[in-house]
Nanobody, 115 residues
Framework: QVQLVESGGGLVQPGGSLRLSCAAS????????LGWYRQAPGKERELVAT???????NSADSVKGRFTISRDNAKNTLYLQMNSLKPEDTAVYYC?????????WGKGTRVTVSS
């Protein structure tokens, strides 16, 4: 089994920064893709950014230049550095692991951007 535990969410003012973390444990294989998704109130879950075990990244246009995804393979930990936060970034952020065609999800961490 796989467990994903997110942390680092909270309340931040517009223009501020937050760093999310996701600790992965269990049956983690060497080749996989980790990612962050988010779901705002009343909206569908959407991709924020992904990073492969080889280091290739992909991110949504809405966060390019503001958010940076990274991973520490030795620690099985995923990060999302979020800068220049906007009210529209308010959402629950979910960690995702894709390996061998199976998706795993964390329970999410809430990010609220408000003055």
């Amino acid at each position: 089994q796989v467990q994903l535990v997110e942390s680092g969410g909270g309340l931040v003012q517009p223009g501020g920064s937050l760093r999310l973390s996701c600790a992965a444990s269990g049956s983690i294989f060497r080749i996989n893709t980790l990612g962050w998704y988010r779901q705002a109130p009343g909206k569908e879950r959407e991709l924020v950014a992904t990073v492969t075990s080889g280091g290739s990244t992909n991110s949504a246009d809405s966060v390019k230049g503001r958010f940076t995804i990274s991973r520490d393979n030795a620690k099985n930990t995923l990060y999302l550095q979020m800068n220049s936060l906007k009210p529209e970034d308010t959402a629950v952020y979910y960690c995702n692991l894709l390996q061998w065609g199976t998706f795993y999800w964390g329970k999410g961490t809430r990010v609220t951007v408000s003055s």
